[in-house]
């Protein structure tokens, strides 16, 4: 059965279903923001108001079911990493709604994403630095044409640098290019 991905930006009613998946138990080792309703809710407020980033909500058939952030490399964390070029962005995500684990829907909703951040025409690469230990989610990005480049120590965690060009990108999933009349 064909299902429907789509994409919206997150609001600030969102911030309750949010916190609700930063709690599960799938979700807290990674994302490390199971603190209390308030404080997540202040740390909530600024990435919904930081301009360097986009917050989204990913939703298959309809619903609501996993938590995107889009961001500009330059100006994040992440530029102290590698040298990024001015365009560069990045993507954090995660499947909030347990009954959509292990499904197979990770991939084409990251396929997805990373074809919208492609949009940007300027946008040659697409990072992603997942949680060392989050094998599962290394192994959809390289699924998805993301190579790891290197362990890197962040703030909150050891992660895995990884980039996604523009070039391999469009090559992997050219088909499916096609298929959008891209």
């Not at 789509?6 to 609700?20: P, Q, Y």
């Not at 609501?64 to 070029?85: C, F, H, N, Q, R």
């Amino acid at each position: 059965m064909k299902r429907t991905i789509g994409f919206r930006k997150a609001r600030l009613d969102d911030v309750e279903l949010v916190h609700n998946w930063m709690n599960e138990d799938h979700v807290h080792p990674f994302w490390q923001l199971n603190f209390s309703f308030e404080r997540f809710k202040e740390h909530y407020l600024h990435a919904l108001s930081d301009t360097h980033q986009t917050l989204y909500l990913g939703m298959v058939d309809g619903v609501v079911m996993s938590y995107w952030e889009a961001y500009w490399v330059k100006g994040d964390i992440l530029e102290k990493s590698y040298t990024p070029k001015t365009y560069d962005q990045g993507i954090h995500l995660l499947i909030g709604e347990k009954e959509y684990l292990g499904l197979g829907y990770a991939l084409p909703l990251l396929r997805t994403m990373v074809r919208f951040q492609f949009q940007h025409p300027a946008t040659a690469k697409v990072v992603a630095e997942p949680d060392i230990r989050n094998e599962k989610m290394i192994h959809i990005f390289e699924r998805c044409g993301f190579t790891p480049i290197s362990p890197i120590q962040l703030p909150d965690k050891e992660a895995m640098l990884m980039f996604c060009e523009r070039s391999d990108f469009e090559k992997r999933w050219k088909d499916e290019y096609k298929e959008a009349g891209l």
